[in-house]
């Protein structure tokens, strides 16, 4: 059982770039994440997803997309890397109910020059 | 003012010392995560409250609903269990929000 793949783990991208970042979990989870970690902050949310076909915005959701075509991945997009985008991105997924453990994928360290 | 608090923000310990991880949120809750990140970054769950302890080894995790308040404890401490504990509260929804951490070590 694979639980959480996300990759790449490490990705170096010049201003302007785009590219997508991956994340799939074979638990049938309905609720998918991605967040962001930076020195001296907490995890913050990007987007987030309740199930296939949904998707919502976080706290901090610009300069990215995602889309949820299927209950199993959950893509986030950069869409014109910024330098401001330097961080360690988290993909997570549970079953949705309150009261169940989340899981991780591994994160990917992003550097934008 | 963050609606997760931890405390300390760092700590450093002895090996074989009990240590206590602080975590106070302002907001009503249904459950509280802690989470360990060790070096190389990867997040795995602990434990999962929504009400009294629980505990799994050397380690336990309170929860008082009415204060708002969480610890984490370990007893024994070794050096392996340097890493980030991270505290996470289920507040609105299915949404997670976070504390900065605690940077834990452990000195042999």
């Known amino acids: 059982n694979a639980g959480v793949t996300q990759t790449p783990k490490f990705q170096v991208l010049k201003t302007g770039q785009s590219m997508t970042l991956q994340c799939a979990q074979d638990?049938?989870?309905?609720?998918m994440s991605w967040y962001r970690q930076d020195p001296g902050m907490g995890l913050r949310l990007i987007h987030y997803?309740?199930?296939?076909?949904?998707?919502d915005q976080g706290e901090v959701p610009n300069g990215y997309n995602v889309s949820r075509s299927t209950t199993e991945d959950f893509p986030l997009r950069l869409l014109s890397a910024a330098p401001s985008q330097t961080s360690v991105y988290f993909c997570?997924?549970?079953?949705?109910?309150?009261?169940?453990?989340?899981?991780f994928g591994q994160g990917t360290r992003l550097t934008v020059v | 003012k963050n609606e997760v608090e931890q405390s300390p923000q760092n700590l450093t310990a002895q090996e074989g010392e009990f240590i206590t991880i602080n975590c106070s949120y302002s907001v009503g809750i249904s459950a509280l995560h802690w989470l360990q990140q060790h070096p190389g970054g990867g997040i795995v769950s602990l434990f999962m409250l929504s009400s009294g302890k629980k505990k799994h080894g050397r380690l336990i995790a309170t929860i008082n609903i009415q204060e708002k308040h969480s610890s984490l404890h370990i007893t024994a401490s070794h050096p392996r269990d340097s890493a980030v504990y991270i505290c996470a509260v289920f507040a609105s929804g299915s949404r997670l929000t976070f504390g900065e951490g605690t940077q834990l070590t452990v000195n042999p």
């Open positions: 638990m049938n989870h309905e609720y």
């Open positions: 997803s309740v199930g296939a076909g949904i998707t």
């Open positions: 997570a997924s549970s079953s949705g109910h309150l009261n169940t453990e989340a899981f």
